[in-house]
C-alpha cells in the first residue's frame, strides 16, 4: 500500500536550514503520483517557457506547444499583440493548428473548418445556420495568460497566479537585462532524453559546481572551482564562475572564454547558461516519473558564416557535457529506485541551489495535495 500522498510530500521538512537539510524521498522521484501532482501544480501554476520571441515576430505567426498536457497555441494578432489560446477548437475539440510553427492569415480547424481570427473570436463555422442560442461570440478559443521575457515567450496555464514579473522577481529582471540578451541569435536547437526524473536533471545542475571536477574534465579545466558562487533570490539561483584559460582543454577553452560564467535557473525548469557571446537555454520538461526531455537553444552573438565552425564547435561541447551528465542522471535515478536509498544530506557550500528548488516544490505540491 503506498503512503497517503500528503504524509509522503510532508517526509520533506522545508523548515530546516542549509546545514540540517535532507533531499526529499526518493519517492518524489520515482512514484507516478508526483508526476501527476507536479504536472497540475508546479507546472500549471508556474510560467513556464513556451517559444522564442522571434518565432512570433510577425502578425499571423504562430507556434504550438504542449505544456503540462494542455496543447497551447501561441500568436501574434493583426494588433500586433501576442496571445496564448488553448489549442482545442470549440466545436468537437480537435487541435486547431497542427503544425509545429507557421505563418497564417486565420486559424483554421482541420476537422470541420470552424475558422478563428488571429485575435482568437469565431469568425466562421459552416453548416451552423439555423443553430438555436448559438452566439460565435461565446465560442472564442480560449485564452492562456502570456508574457514575453527578454528573447522568451512565457504561459501560465492556472487563470490565476501572479504575473511573469512577480513571479521572477524585479530584482533578477533587472539583473539579466545587463547581459543584453537581445544582441544574440538564435543558432540551434538540440534535444535530449535523459532516463531520470526532470528533478535529478534539476538537483544535478543546482549542485553548485559540486560535480563538475569528477565528471566534466573539460568544463572544470576553464572554471575557477573554489571561486564559484551560488546566489539564490525569490524563485532562482544564480550559480556563477570565473573563468581561466591557463591550462584549459583544447576544444572547451576555444570556446569559453571572457571573465565569467553565468548559470541562471529558475523556478521549476528554465536555464540560461552564458558566457561571453554565447547563451544557451535549457528547457527540462518531464515525460513520465523516470524520464525527461531537456531541449537546449544556442544562442550566439555572431551567427555569420564565418563564425559558423566557432559556433559548432561550441554546440559540440554543450553535447559532449550533456553525454556526461546523462550516464549520471540515469545511474542516480537506479538509485532512487533502490531499497537502499530514501533521502541524502545537502552541501552547505555548494548545494543552496538544490535546497531552494526543493523547498519551493515542497509548497506547490503541498498546496495542491490539500487541493489549495
Ligand atoms: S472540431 Fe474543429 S471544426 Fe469541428
Ligand atoms: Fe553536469
Known sequence: MPSPLLAEIDRYRPELTLAEACTPPASWYTDPRFHELELHTTF?????????????????CYVTVEIAGEPLVIV????????GFFNVCRHHAAAVMTEPQG????????????????????????AFE???????AEHSLVP??????ENWVFVRIAREGPSLEEFLGPEVIAEVAQLDLGSLHW??????????NWKVFVDNYLDGGYHIPYLHKGLDSVLDYHKYTIENGRRHCLQSSPIVSRGAEAATGSVRKGDRALYYWFYPNFMFNWYQGI?????????????TEVIFDFWFADVSDEARDFNRNSVEIANRIQGEDQD?????????????????????????????????????????????
Open 44 to 60: 500549471a501554476r508556474s510560467w513556464q517557457y513556451a517559444c522564442r520571441v522571434d518565432q512570433v515576430r510577425e502578425p499571423g
Open 76 to 83: 501574434r494578432g493583426n494588433d500586433g499583440v501576442l496571445r
Open 103 to 126: 505563418c497564417v492569415k486565420r486559424l483554421t480547424c482541420p476537422y470541420h473548418g470552424w475558422t478563428y481570427t488571429l485575435e482568437g473570436s469565431l469568425k466562421a463555422a459552416p
Open 130 to 136: 439555423g443553430a438555436i442560442n448559438f452566439e460565435p
Open 144 to 149: 492562456v495568460a502570456t508574457a514575453t521575457w
Open 187 to 196: 543558432f540551434d536547437r538540440q534535444h535530449y532524453v535523459f532516463d531520470c
Open 279 to 291: 547563451m544557451d537555454t535549457n528547457l527540462v520538461y518531464p515525460r513520465g516519473p523516470n524520464q
Open 328 to 372: 549520471i542522471c540515469k545511474s542516480v535515478q537506479r538509485g532512487l529506485n533502490s531499497r537502499a536509498y530514501d533521502t541524502g544530506r545537502l552541501s552547505l557550500r555548494r548545494e543552496g541551489g538544490e535546497q531552494l528548488f526543493h523547498q519551493l516544490l515542497h509548497a506547490d505540491l503541498k498546496a495542491g495535495a490539500l487541493g489549495a
